[in-house]
């Protein structure tokens, strides 16, 4: 939009510049053209005046000798011709057909008008002036004299005027980048707002400035959407991390109290009783999923700093070895925090689903971090829906968990930057690809 608006202002400008210079360029040629012809109109007058005195006398010794130096001095050219139309004196050479010029003059007319000079022709300018008065003429005066000084002239203003048009140009074009700078300038700094919020970044606002005030008044209202939303969102976080927090307690309680029935159930209600607490263990874990889910939107908690990735697989492999699979991962490597929670929650995942006698593959290269099992997976659909919050796949209705972990994870890639996605593994399983930004990766 920026380029667009420079474009049309330095257009008009352009327009406006040619439309003063054009104008003034043609006027002063026609001014130098009709100069030319004055002077040479009166040096044309007194050749006809000597012309019709030698015509009268019969002698043109005089008028050959003035015709003479007039053409060596100023290096034009004179032709005199009588009422029959034979030449009676020449100096000079003519460069065209002086028939039409000497018909006008004989009609008793003179030359009124010449072609407009300009820098490139004509090169000589052709004047007719007839000798005796009225019916008593006695011949016609043809001057042909150079046009070079009044050619010079006119180059020399229109060159001034095409680089003083130029250079306002440059001017205008200079002063119309800057207006549209100033006018998009509140247009630039809500762009660079929303992009940050975008990215995570809440707290992002514009900062009023310079720009129009229609525009500086959309930055403010924009910022007060912005606090408002913002401000919603924070409380949001704030109930859930709340009620997530004040209900662990209670839900203590009740589990301890919960066990200390147990010696005084009867036989029948010893099945009721195991359902009871695994819906409590069910409930407990699903609100230490929301107060991690909570934590994580209002990032808090994650390290900034790189950590190591071994020891966090050495704890997974005695787990994975525990349940009889396999899992295969890099003794080495450092990874920001989110990225480590991340693999922690996809092998969390895979040791629920994946049947005994499998295998989990962890790598990390160029900044991707895989989480590949080779377990029943998930259909194209399914994977697409996987990333949101409370789903479960119908196939594991009966898994223990909360249906946050994925979730959880994605919030943790947005943290860090980073971009998650779930892929097939070949021939069947399911792969959780993290992929950090540059910046990120140790």
């Not at 490139?120 to 150079?146: I, M, W």
């Not at 949101?388 to 909360?402: D, I, K, L, M, Q």
């Amino acid at each position: 939009m920026n380029a667009r608006l420079v474009v049309t202002f330095t257009t008009l400008i352009a327009i406006l510049i040619a439309a003063l210079a054009v104008p003034l360029g043609w006027a002063y040629a026609s001014h130098r053209t009709n100069r030319l012809l004055l002077d040479r109109r009166a040096d044309a007058t007194r050749f006809a005046e000597l012309a019709d005195q030698a015509a009268r006398e019969g002698d043109y010794a005089g008028l050959v000798e003035e015709v003479r130096r007039y053409a060596d001095l100023y290096g034009a050219a004179v032709r005199v011709r009588d009422r029959d139309g034979s030449v009676r004196v020449t100096a000079g050479s003519f460069a065209a057909d002086d028939g039409d010029a000497t018909r006008l003059a004989l009609s008793g007319r003179t030359t009124e008008d010449l072609p407009m000079t300009t820098p490139f022709g004509p090169a000589y300018a052709l004047l007719a002036e007839p000798a005796g008065r009225d019916a008593q003429l006695s011949g016609v005066v043809l001057l042909q004299a150079p046009a070079g000084r009044a050619r010079l002239d006119v180059s020399l203003v229109w060159g001034a005027l095409a680089l003083g048009a130029l250079a306002a140009l440059g001017l205008g074009a200079l002063v119309a980048r800057r207006l549209a700078r100033w006018i998009l300038r509140p247009v630039t700094e809500l762009d660079r707002t929303t992009r940050a919020i975008a990215r995570g970044r809440l707290d992002a606002r514009a900062h009023p400035g310079a720009g129009p005030s229609e525009l500086r008044r959309l930055e403010e209202r924009f910022n007060a959407m912005a606090d408002a939303v913002a401000g919603a969102m924070e409380r949001q976080r704030a109930f859930v991390s709340d009620a997530s927090h004040e209900l662990r307690t209670p839900l203590t309680v009740l589990g301890l109290r919960l066990e200390n029935m147990e010696p005084h159930l009867k036989a029948g209600g010893t099945a009721e009783y195991a359902e009871a607490m695994a819906e409590l263990d069910r409930l407990a874990l699903l609100v230490e999923d929301l107060l991690t889910l909570a934590r994580v939107e209002a990032g808090a908690g994650l390290e900034p700093r790189p950590v190591p990735l071994g020891p966090r697989l050495a704890v997974w492999r005695e787990v994975y070895a525990a349940k009889g699979l396999a899992l295969v991962a890099p003794e080495h490597g450092e990874v920001p925090e989110a990225a480590a929670r991340i693999a922690d929650i996809a092998l969390d995942n895979a040791q629920k689903f994946v049947p005994e006698g499998g295998t989990v593959t962890v790598t990390l290269a160029d900044g991707v971090l895989r989480v590949a099992d080779d377990g029943p997976g998930l259909g194209e659909e399914e994977r697409a829906e996987a990333l949101g919050r409370f789903w479960r796949a119908g196939s594991h209705a009966n898994v223990p968990g909360s249906g946050l972990g994925l979730a959880i994870a994605a919030e943790l890639a947005r943290a860090c930057g980073g971009a998650l996605r779930l892929l097939p593994t070949v021939p069947h399983g399911l792969t959780v690809e993290l992929r950090l930004p540059p910046g990120a990766q140790p």
